[in-house]
Nanobody, 124 residues
Framework: QVQLVESGGGLVQAGGSLRLSCAAS????????MGWFRQAPGKEREIVAA????????YYTDSVKGRFTISRDNAKNTMYLQMNSLKPEDTAVYYC?????????????????WGQGTQVTVSS
């Protein structure tokens, strides 16, 4: 059983930056592909970014390309999401998720473990 804990959320002005972390425990971190998702009020949960087991292959949804960077440190059992040039529309609860296997998946139903989420609020 894998436990995931997100941190790093908060309130930031538009144009600012935040770095989210996702600490994993209870499993072999490098055995899992990982993803970041977000859910805004009244909207469905959506993928933001994903990475394969090594970090060598990544995916970004179009709205965050060029602004967000996903990375992972398997030695520290931690995944990151560096978010730059934040916009009010990035406001959401951000979740990290783990998927058994080495390749990522773009859908929410492809992940086996989820964190509790961290709130990101971007003011205009």
């Amino acid at each position: 059983q894998v436990q995931l804990v997100e941190s790093g959320g908060g309130l930031v002005q538009a144009g600012g930056s935040l770095r989210l972390s996702c600490a994993a425990s209870g499993g072999t971190f490098s055995s899992y592909a990982m993803g970041w998702f977000r859910q805004a009020p009244g909207k469905e949960r959506e993928i933001v970014a994903a990475t394969n087991w090594s970090g060598g292959s990544t995916y970004y949804t179009d709205s965050v390309k060029g602004r967000f960077t996903i990375s992972r440190d398997n030695a520290k059992n931690t995944m990151y999401l560096q978010m730059n040039s934040l916009k009010p529309e990035d406001t959401a609860v951000y979740y990290c998720a783990a998927r058994r296997g080495v390749t990522y998946y773009r859908g929410t139903n492809g992940y086996d473990y989820w964190g509790q989420g961290t709130q990101v609020t971007v003011s205009s």
